[in-house]
C-alpha cells in the first residue's frame, strides 16, 4: 500500500510537467444479459400420451392372488366343548383363539347343526357334508377322560358302538386296514380306511387334552369313486392344536 501511495511515485521529476497525462479509460464491456425462457407447459397430446402409458403400465401388471378367493377349501376349528357348555347352533364355528382341533371343509359343503341333545349322547361336536349327496360328509366326535390311545382294533370297535352306520359299514366291509402316524410334533394318530360295498369311510384318532377325538369322512362308492383326492386332502388336513 505505501508503494501505490508513495509521493515519489506520483511525482518523480519536479521539472516535468505539473499534470501527467493519463491514458484514456477503456469503458467496460456492457454486461451481457441472459435470456431464461419461461418453463412450457406440457401439450395436451403429450398429457394424454402419458396418462395413456401409465395406464397400459398398471393394467399389465399380474395381480396379487388371494389365497383365501382361490382356495377349495375353508378351515373349520372346533372347540369340543361340553353339551353343558356348548353355544348353540354352528357358534363355535368362528372361534379360532378356543379352538381344540381343525380340518378343511370342500367349498360349497353346507353344515349340519348339532344339538345340545345329539352332543351330549355321541359326541358329535361338528359336522358338513355335500349338498349335492347328503351321505358323502365329514364329521368329528369326541369323548372325555381318555389320556392315551388304546390299541388300534380296541379304538375302532368302541367307536362301532354308539355309531350304528359305521357297525354297518364293518360289518359289510371288503377290507378294513388300520396304521399309526405321527405328527411333527410326535403326537400319535390311528388311521383307518373301510372299503366297503356300498361306502367308503376314512377315520383318524387321537388323544389330547384328556379328550379322545374322532374324525371321520364317509362317502357312498360313487361320490368316493369321483371325489377320492378331495376326500384323502380333507382327512388328513384333521389335527388338534393347542397343547397337549
Not at 348353540?88 to 381344540?100: L, M, T, V
Not at 360349497?108 to 358329535?124: F, I, M, P, Y
Not at 362301532?160 to 352306520?165: G, I, M, P, Q, R
Not at 390311528?190 to 369311510?201: C, K, L, N, R, T
Amino acid at each position: 500500500m505505501a508503494a501505490i501511495f508513495s509521493p515519489s511515485a506520483i511525482f518523480s521529476n519536479s521539472s516535468s510537467s505539473s499534470a501527467t497525462q493519463r491514458p484514456p479509460l477503456t469503458p467496460a464491456p456492457p454486461k451481457t444479459h441472459l435470456s431464461i425462457a419461461a418453463p412450457t407447459k406440457p401439450s395436451i397430446t403429450t398429457t394424454l400420451l402419458a396418462s395413456t402409458l401409465a395406464a397400459t403400465i398398471l393394467s399389465s401388471a399380474p395381480a396379487v392372488p388371494s389365497l383365501a378367493a382361490d382356495s377349495p377349501y375353508q378351515i373349520y376349528y372346533g372347540t369340543a366343548a361340553s353339551a353343558a357348555n356348548y353355544g348353540g347352533y354352528g357358534g363355535n364355528s368362528s372361534k379360532q383363539d378356543s379352538a381344540e382341533y381343525v380340518y378343511d371343509v370342500p367349498q360349497g359343503w353346507k353344515e349340519r347343526l348339532v344339538s345340545k341333545v345329539e352332543k351330549g349322547t355321541n359326541g358329535t361336536d361338528s359336522e358338513f357334508y355335500n349338498p349335492k349327496k347328503r351321505s358323502e360328509k365329514e364329521y368329528l366326535t369326541f369323548l372325555s377322560g381318555f389320556r392315551q390311545l388304546a390299541p388300534r382294533d380296541i379304538v375302532l370297535n368302541n367307536l362301532a358302538l354308539s355309531d350304528v352306520d359305521l357297525q354297518d359299514l364293518i360289518a359289510s366291509a371288503d377290507n378294513v386296514s388300520s396304521e399309526e402316524k405321527k405328527d411333527d410334533k410326535g403326537q400319535l394318530y390311528y388311521v383307518y380306511e373301510i372299503d366297503g360295498v356300498a361306502a367308503h369311510s376314512l377315520i383318524s384318532v387321537t388323544c389330547a387334552k384328556n379328550k379322545l377325538y374322532a374324525h371321520f369322512v364317509n362317502a357312498p362308492t360313487p361320490e368316493w369313486n369321483r371325489d377320492k383326492d378331495m376326500l384323502r386332502h380333507v382327512h388328513e388336513s384333521f389335527k388338534t392344536v393347542g397343547s397337549f
